[in-house]
């Protein structure tokens, strides 16, 4: 290649905040920003392309060390203020436990930095929607973490609504989660905090802003929310062995309304043991046509293709029903989901154009979470305001 038609390159300094954490490690650095570095960067529209490097920032500087001797990365610090300050890394990557997250994101926000992080964004829907103010008002460009929605299970499912395969949406039906086991026995496989309200636990924390943005980006914005929290098991033990009570609900079982009068019904729960495809599927009917989608798979069945059952309880159901559902073929090739948005939001760093996923989405999410809480407490349904920015 001439020297004339050699395409731009760009380079991208990315702080990374908290990747000596399981999700900030396996899916934010190994997965995404160590992936795009490895394949040269991405594309852009113009032709030119964009390559990354990352700060690597934590408490540990023994734990920053060993990681960026295992990947080849020259920069790694203990010192948050120093990287913040420093213009050659341009975006902020938050990675943190909740708790400490929206101190640190004010920070970036001062010091002008385009922000990735994940969610939830805050503790309360009053803070993270003040974050995404002050992101605004700073002209800070801004995105949270939706990866669900790129799991090829959802992408097809996208499709699917997008194509009028279902007519007028009714139901959608959710079931979430596996047996987290207690620690006593058999160490588990979630971390304690989960468990303790106290230190930001609790599968609605955890789990309701995920729902949030699925609901509304596939089915309509959530109107309300009823929802039952429990405790189902008071007594775990930690990393160390050490036994704690449990502070936070391990399961959740939430109502939501939708825009459009779609209803949505989602069990979460670290105590259940899976009786399914996957750990997570929807259920989502129409009056044209269902579908069960997953973490990677989607069956379908059309009307024309319903079984007619009729209730008897004194004689066996002799219906195969499984056998009146098709499966979606896999005709794409689906990539890290984690790795494909952070591809689209530096796309639309680079490129100036706006990003639909920001803090004010990542504040609707909070709000869910905050809501649900609310309303298991006080039994009763709650109404969602819509959130703005003014």
């Given at each position: ?98 708790k400490a ?33 002050l992101a ?93 929290a429990s ?160």
């Open positions: 290649m001439s020297e004339s038609t050699t395409p731009t390159v760009r380079e991208v300094g990315i702080i990374m905040n908290g990747v000596s954490g399981r999700m900030g490690y396996r899916q934010h650095l190994l997965r995404s920003i160590l992936a795009i570095r490895e394949q040269g960067g991405i594309e852009l529209p113009d032709g030119s392309r964009l390559t990354v490097k990352p700060l690597l920032v934590g408490r540990s500087e023994a734990k920053l060390a060993e990681i960026a001797e295992r990947h080849g990365i020259a920069d790694y610090t203990t010192d948050l203020d120093a990287a913040l300050a420093d213009p050659r890394w341009e975006i902020y990557g938050d990675f943190l436990v909740t997250r929206a101190a640190a994101l004010r920070k970036a926000i001062a010091a002008g930095k385009t922000i990735y992080t994940e969610k939830p964004t805050a503790e309360t829907v009053d803070e993270a929607l003040e974050l995404a103010r605004a008002e700073a002209g800070v460009k801004t995105g949270v973490v939706h990866d669900k929605l790129y799991l090829p299970g959802l992408l097809k499912l996208r499709r699917l609504i997008d194509s009028g395969f279902f007519g007028r949406i009714l139901s959608v039906r959710g079931e979430f989660g596996y047996w987290v086991f207690e620690g006593d026995w058999r160490p588990a496989q979630r971390p304690s905090w989960n468990y303790r309200a106290e230190d930001g636990g609790g599968i609605i924390v955890d789990m309701f802003p995920h729902w949030n943005y699925i609901l509304e980006n596939l089915f309509g914005g959530v109107r309300s929310v009823y929802a039952q405790i189902h098991i008071p007594d775990r033990w930690d990393e160390n062995g050490e036994h704690y009570d449990a502070t936070a609900e391990d399961a959740a079982y939430g109502v939501f309304e939708l825009d459009g009068g779609v209803i949505a019904q989602i069990n979460s729960s670290w105590t259940t043991r899976v009786n399914r495809d996957e750990l997570v599927e929807f259920h989502v009917d129409g009056t044209h046509g269902s579908a069960v989608v997953g973490l990677f798979g989607a069956k379908i069945q059309h009307r024309n293709g319903t079984p007619k059952p009729v209730w008897n309880p004194d004689i066996p159901d002799e219906h195969d029903y499984d056998a009146f559902w098709s499966q979606v073929p896999v005709d794409d090739v689906f990539q890290n989901g984690f790795r494909q948005q952070w591809e689209e939001f530096l796309t639309s760093y680079a490129t100036g154009t706006d990003y639909p996923y920001d803090l004010l989405a990542g504040a609707r999410g909070v709000q869910l979470a905050q809501a649900g809480l609310q309303s298991a407490r006080e039994g009763r349904k709650v109404e969602l305001p819509t959130l703005s920015l003014h």
